[in-house]
């Protein structure tokens, strides 16, 4: 039988799998097309996977506060680049650099959030489970609440544009990824893992879904 610490390092490790293959494949579109959208999401793939990385490393009981600040930072950038890579595809400088601005200094307000903030060990049962500081959780939150609602706007507008039913998991994955990124700090660190896992299947599954579909569209023309 797995004890828990095998279990939550063998989930971990093939969540990072997961993600980083996808990561890999993004960027590799990315330097085809030179998408900025697809810029910032192999950017939040990456920075998931090596929040992943991290989550492996307190499985493994290896912990201090360096690692769980660069943790919470991690986390919520990446929920705001799926975000950014999201408001890319609207198209519109002016709300693409009014976001920029909004990412700036909320990133800077985490930043320093997390240098002035006692964390101290919130590793419970080899999760990443505790009570933060109330400044890391306010503008933790402020960063993420306002990337899930930016993500879950764009991502209906643009099935509403597509109808593209490959785009729904794709944007379910998105959504997914992001919530996964807030449970940690509304304190249900089991779901955390669940949604890692969920979410990158429904990526996977629409990305890669999404690749054949054009590949056969493509043969089909010729």
Not at 45 to 65: K, Q, T
Not at 111 to 122: K, Q
Not at 142 to 156: D, K, R, Y
């Amino acid at each position: 039988m797995f004890g828990t610490q095998a279990i939550v390092e063998l989930s971990t490790i093939v969540i990072f799998l997961l993600s980083a293959v996808l990561a890999v494949y993004l960027i590799r579109n990315y330097l085809r097309t030179r998408s900025r959208a697809l810029l910032f999401w192999s950017t939040g793939l990456w920075l998931f996977a090596l929040g992943v990385i991290l989550e492996i490393i307190f499985a493994f009981g290896f912990y201090s506060e360096l690692l769980i600040s660069a943790y919470l930072f991690i986390v919520a950038l990446l929920v705001n680049s799926l975000a950014l890579g999201s408001v890319e595809l609207l198209k519109n400088r002016k709300i693409t650099w009014s976001y920029y601005i909004f990412s700036i200094i909320t990133e800077a307000a985490l930043v320093y959030s997390l240098v002035v903030s006692n964390i101290g060990n919130v590793i419970s049962t080899y999760v990443v489970w505790g009570i933060l500081p109330l400044l890391v959780v306010i503008t933790s939150s402020i960063i993420t609440f306002v990337a899930a609602v930016v993500l879950a706007v764009i991502a209906a507008l643009t099935y509403m544009r597509t109808h593209n039913k490959k785009m729904l998991s794709i944007i379910a994955g998105v959504i997914v990824v992001s919530v996964a990124g807030t449970l940690y700090i509304v304190q249900f660190p089991a779901f955390l893992y669940y949604s890692e896992f969920i979410g990158i299947v429904l990526l996977w599954f629409g990305f890669f879904s999404f690749k054949s579909s054009k590949q056969k569209a493509s043969k089909n023309r010729r």
